[in-house]
DNA sequence: CAGAATCCTATACGATACTG
DNA sequence: CAGTATCGTATAGGATTCTG
């Protein structure tokens, strides 16, 4: 009797795993829904951009916590870091084929959020 | 020339618009990824907890950060608090019709994070 | 049981200045 | 240009206590 192939509630296919306090995912979430992480990586959704094009389109981002937030993203495997060695430096961000993984499950949320956001901050 | 009904980068879709300072999608992004937000909001995936249930589900979360957690979320219009007037006191939470579209789209994206997490932390 | 109130601390975050 | 280093503060967040 195999089972239906019924999208099941998550506690159900986790039982207590996900919600576990030292679970790896807690991780890797509080990397992605960090303060700027869901726009760094919307930003950079089918396009490249250099260090000061990020900073201007993502307003509001302070130099450290951009470079923070690029680290992260880079050491987790999402972000692609391209430093051309000329003068003045040259550096290109763009996603790794996982990073386009997860901002294709990011931008339906966020494109979402988007267009609810008015009507519930009024 | 009709358009094709090619899925435009988001960048072309909101020149300049989502990556305002002060647009107000920040302020429900920041709602939903709040440290404890996806947590609390994935957890009520699918059922109806009450407070202690809830509690000892997101393990981790202390008694004050869920208040305001939940206090928000429900302010946001995502979570339904349903409070019977017994003693002892007896609430419920669970996810408002808006707070179960917005699931949706979280829970494809957590389930890839909880897949992906122990590669990338490991 | 379901919180509110209080207190306290870590650290996330920003502003500024500096550098290869 | 693309950052790093330093400093200072706000506030997010936790532990504890209290209460209807």
Tied chains: 1, 2.
Excluded at 33 to 57: F, I
């Amino acid at each position: 009797m195999a089972a239906r192939n019924k999208v099941l509630p998550l506690a159900d296919l986790f039982p207590n795993g996900v919600f576990e306090a030292n679970c790896p995912s807690r991780v890797v979430l509080d990397h992605v829904t960090s303060k700027w992480g869901v726009l760094v990586l919307v930003a950079l959704d089918g396009r490249t951009l250099r260090w000061s094009e990020l900073r201007r389109t993502v307003e509001g981002v302070s130099e450290k916590m951009l470079a923070q937030t690029l680290r992260t993203l880079e050491a987790d495997g999402f972000v692609l870091r391209d430093a051309h060695p000329v003068i003045p430096p040259h550096v290109e961000y763009s996603l790794t084929p996982t990073g386009r993984e997860l901002v294709d499950l990011l931008l339906p949320l966020f494109r979402w959020i988007v267009e609810q956001a008015p009507s519930i901050i009024g």
